[in-house]
């Protein structure tokens, strides 16, 4: 994938964190995702449709949603409530909007659907398009807690 359509995603993700969370990201070493399996266990989900069509996935662990939540509301949560479920479904929103903002930077005109929320480990997920997914794996500092968010996306 060309990486003019990588870096709205890295711009996003960073820019987001930063406004949303005062937390600084680092990006890992993107890959391309062989299955349509999510990376973790709490999963924002968003349709993209327009000049191109797919989908953006934004995967925490349960212990990373949980720490996002509470960075976000000031409130702690013992599992991963509908509360925790909104706030990534929110974040999940947000990101993919910054990055459409981007996309249209190099031409790319798209729009969004509702986000739907996933929670469990190594669920499948079943993408309209064909094309390969591309995994941008965040690191993020919480209480002294690194923890990983996976931005996958896929459009063609």
Sequence with gaps: ?????????????????????????????????????????????????????????????????????????????????????????????IIAGQARKELEHAGVNLKASIPTIVVGKGLELHMLSDSPMVSLPFSFEVENTIETVHVDFAFG
């Design 1 to 93: 994938m060309d990486v003019k359509y990588i870096n709205p995603f890295i711009t996003a993700t960073g820019t987001v964190f930063k406004t949303m969370l005062n937390l600084q990201t680092s990006i890992d070493k993107p890959f391309l995702k062989n299955d349509k399996v999510t990376t973790g266990d709490v999963t924002g989900v968003i349709g993209l449709a327009g000049d191109r069509s797919g989908s953006v996935c934004v995967s925490f662990t349960e212990n990373g949603a949980k720490l996002v939540y509470k960075t976000l509301m000031g409130d702690e949560c013992a599992e991963v409530s509908p509360e925790v479920v909104d706030a990534i479904g929110e974040l999940t929103n």
